[in-house]
């Protein structure tokens, strides 16, 4: 317990999945429920009443959180955080490449929160190369442990990989990036050079 009792870094601002505090500030909160209906849940060429939703939604001091309501239990129909059904549909599509380090950094410092399958990726990386055990890292995930034994062995791959490449010396990466500048090369490291800068690892070591 040593790692959760000696944990001072502050409380992360991210919400948790259980956390819906939010809603309770939403400029829509207190409209009667055919109003809602009307206006957040309009036909498709109900033009006015999505102008005036949007309205609402421009002046909402939760608009970012219902936003990532939405993304993050997968609501396609209406309007959240200001943006219709079809505003939202390429965010959904990307949602589960999402790259967020404010969120790998919470998860690390126990929130709950939705991950991305490469955020989920990031926080296994980061645990193995941190020595953690996949019990600690399956409770930290809420994950199955055998699922989370599956994770860490290609967190070790990977980083395998990505070390056996940088071995080769700096005269193959030099060349690499010429040639990358020449043509659109994709290049064999499977763990991304941004895991490895200092002030990212320092972030996440007083995250874990």
């Known amino acids: 317990m040593r790692h959760i009792t000696t944990n001072n870094t502050p409380t992360p601002t991210i919400r948790g999945i259980a956390d819906h505090s939010w809603q309770a500030r939403g400029m829509c909160r207190n409209l009667p429920p055919k109003v809602i209906d009307r206006l ?5 060429r109900a033009r006015a009443a ?5 309205s609402i939604c421009g002046q909402c001091p939760v608009k970012r959180a219902c936003f990532d309501y939405a993304l993050d239990n997968e609501i396609r129909q209406g309007i959240w955080g200001g943006l219709t059904e079809a505003e939202r549909r390429p965010w959904h599509r990307k949602v589960n490449k999402r790259l967020d ?14 991950l991305s399958d490469a955020e989920r990726e990031a926080v296994t990386r980061h645990a193995y190369v941190r020595g953690w055990s996949p019990e600690r890292l399956a409770f930290t995930l809420r994950l199955d442990l055998d699922w989370t034994r599956d994770l860490m062995r290609n967190a070790a791959h990977a980083v395998a990989d990505r070390d056996r490449y940088w071995d080769q010396g700096d005269e193959t990466a030099v060349a690499d990036d010429e040639t990358a500048e020449d043509e659109d090369v994709v290049s064999p490291v499977q763990v991304p050079r941004q895991v490895q800068t200092h002030s990212l690892i320092a972030a996440l070591r007083k995250a874990a």
Do not use: T
């Open 40 to 44: 957040f849940f309009p036909a498709a």
């Open 50 to 54: 999505i102008g005036e939703a949007k």
């Open 101 to 114: 380090y404010s969120r790998v950094k919470a998860a690390f410092q126990g929130r709950d929160i939705h």
